[in-house]
């Protein structure tokens, strides 16, 4: 029984074979497979980040590790196409062309700094005791007792304090790197 089913299946093979060698190059068999056409860019996924800093950082749903990242900040065409290799519109444009996305994918751990300078952080350009979360990017806020908040800050509020003098935290938080620190690190 064996070998007749061994016998069948050669002459199977050989049968379809010869099938194929009378068959005219040009024409297609059912068997043949067809892979869709690029049609266009597609995002490209990198292990370096193909931005500097990043505003609008998106974590993409899909469960890998390390995270994968797109930024969505809104860039120049010029600038879009020297750093990425697939630009797009931004979803919602009525006249596209002006300003693209990066839709390249950054695969990695950290997707980098926000490009805000520090004098958009609420509570200033600096910051000695930062408390942020664990997640990526990270949520941030800062504790610093200071004189008087930023103008930037939304929620200054006084605090108890041992000076004879009132202090104020800002108690606004930020997503991103929570900036330098004011004072340096002291090395014990």
Do not use: Y
């Not at 609008?56 to 120049?76: A, K, S, Y």
């Amino acid at each position: 029984m064996a070998a007749a089913s061994i016998l069948f299946f050669l002459l199977a093979g050989l049968a379809a074979a010869s099938h194929g060698s009378t068959e005219d190059d040009t024409t297609t068999t059912t068997n043949t497979i067809r892979l869709p056409s690029d049609g266009g860019t597609l995002a490209a996924t990198r292990r370096t980040r193909p931005w500097k800093c990043c505003d609008n950082i998106e974590q993409l749903p899909v469960r890998t590790n390390p995270p994968q990242w797109r930024c969505n900040d809104e860039l120049e065409p010029g600038q879009c196409f020297r750093q990425c290799e697939a630009c797009r519109d931004p979803p919602g444009r009525p006249f596209p062309g002006r300003p693209l996305i990066c839709d390249d994918v950054f695969w990695g751990d950290d997707p980098g700094t926000s490009c805000a300078p520090s004098s958009e952080w609420p509570w200033g350009p600096c910051c000695d005791f930062a408390i942020c979360t664990k997640s990526i990017p990270p949520i941030c806020h800062c504790s610093d007792e200071v004189e008087s908040c930023a103008a930037a800050c939304g929620q200054c509020e006084m605090v108890d304090s041992w000076s004879w003098r009132p202090l104020f935290v800002c108690r606004d938080s930020f997503t991103g790197d929570p900036g330098p620190r004011c004072t340096p690190a002291m090395d014990n």
